[in-house]
T-cell receptor, first 116, second 114 residues
Framework: GAGVSQTPSNKVTEKGKYVELRCDPI?????LYWYRQSLGQGPEFLIY????????DSGLPNDRFFAVRPEGSVSTLKIQRTERGDSAVYLC??????????????FGPGTRLTVL | AQSVTQPDIHITVSEGASLELRCNYS??????LFWYVQSPGQGLQLLLK??????LVQGIKGFEAEFKRSQSSFNLRKPSVHWSDAAEYFC????????????FGTGTRLKVLA
């Protein structure tokens, strides 16, 4: 079946602009995660959704970052007033149940965000 | 706090040689442990995972990993490396309670010489 998809694959924007990154999880997966991967680093957790609600948003770096999942499927990560330091690959993952760490997360290909 | 250390940033091996990638973790209990591989332009692909039971786990593409509680390690091994194994490898820890996020190491980039 189809895996996790993310659009766009690449996004170039100017400092101060607003961007939206989209994630389509695997059909039927109730849990959805966003991570950020900076150059030379491992992915860092941003936010976790169980259904429509954000169960853990402790990884969001500041209030410029926001994510929604209104119908419990597709999620959008929103970044306001982008800064050059926001440049990274944003990864989305989904898992079937979100039942603790035993639930394997399946990752999308990522969106590479470049802020000029 | 949970953490994962991958001491080797880069590793180069010859095709056909054996491989071991190191991973050490810090966690208050036995965590859930994962190895992922990331090829250029690709998403993270799960190689194998450890939750409990047999400490030697088999994964895809001929990889295996061994959980050693006494050393807080979960090293990834492959007896004979293929050129297509060149990629970046990430070890990750998943909590056994509370938050469900993964904590990743910084990765090891594998280069394979023909």
């Amino acid at each position: 079946g189809a895996g996790v998809s993310q659009t766009p694959s690449n996004k170039v924007t100017e400092k101060g602009k607003y961007v939206e990154l989209r994630c389509d999880p695997i059909s039927g997966h109730t849990a959805l995660y966003w991570y950020r991967q900076s150059l030379g680093q491992g992915p860092e957790f941003l936010i976790y959704f169980q259904g429509t609600g954000a169960a853990d948003d402790s990884g969001l770096p500041n209030d410029r970052f926001f994510a929604v999942r209104p119908e419990g499927s597709v999620s959008t990560l929103k970044i306001q007033r982008t800064e050059r330091g926001d440049s990274a690959v944003y990864l989305c993952a989904s898992s079937p149940h979100g039942a603790g760490g035993q639930d394997t997360q399946y990752f999308g290909p990522g969106t590479r965000l470049t802020v000029l | 706090a949970q953490s994962v250390t991958q001491p080797d940033i880069h590793i180069t091996v010859s095709e056909g040689a054996s491989l071991e990638l190191r991973c050490n973790y810090s966690y208050g209990a036995t965590p859930y442990l994962f190895w992922y591989v990331q090829s250029p332009g690709q998403g993270l692909q799960l190689l194998l995972k450890y939750f409990s039971g047999d400490t030697l786990v088999q994964g895809i593409k001929g990889f295996e990993a061994e959980f050693k509680r006494s050393q807080s390690s979960f090293n990834l091994r492959k007896p004979s490396v293929h050129w297509s194994d060149a990629a970046e490898y990430f070890c990750a820890v998943g909590a056994t309670s509370g938050t469900y996020k993964y904590i990743f190491g910084t990765g090891t980039r594998l280069k394979v010489l023909a």
